[in-house]
């Protein structure tokens, strides 16, 4: 079984759907100022993984 990696680039939703966890990411998120993954921060990420056991995955929680 490979380990799963879940990215996502933007951090807060406006839409802020009754089941989506966004309260929790947003809460989570809030004493740092970063709020966009870079593209070296991407690099970083990418070469810290073991890319024949990580699935990586881009999603939401971050809908305009």
């Known amino acids: ?3 799963v990696l879940e990215i996502s680039t933007d ?3 406006k839409v802020l ?5 966004q309260v929790n ?3 989570g998120y809030k004493n740092n100022n970063k709020r ?4 070296v921060d991407f690099k970083r ?3 810290n993984l073991d890319k024949d056991k990580t ?3 881009f999603l939401g929680y971050s809908e305009l």
């Open 1 to 3: 079984m490979k380990n």
């Open 11 to 13: 951090i807060g939703c």
């Open 17 to 21: 759907c009754k089941y989506c966890p």
């Open 25 to 27: 990411v947003i809460e």
């Open 36 to 39: 966009n993954m870079t593209l």
């Open 45 to 47: 990420i990418l070469s």
């Open 55 to 57: 699935m990586l995955f």
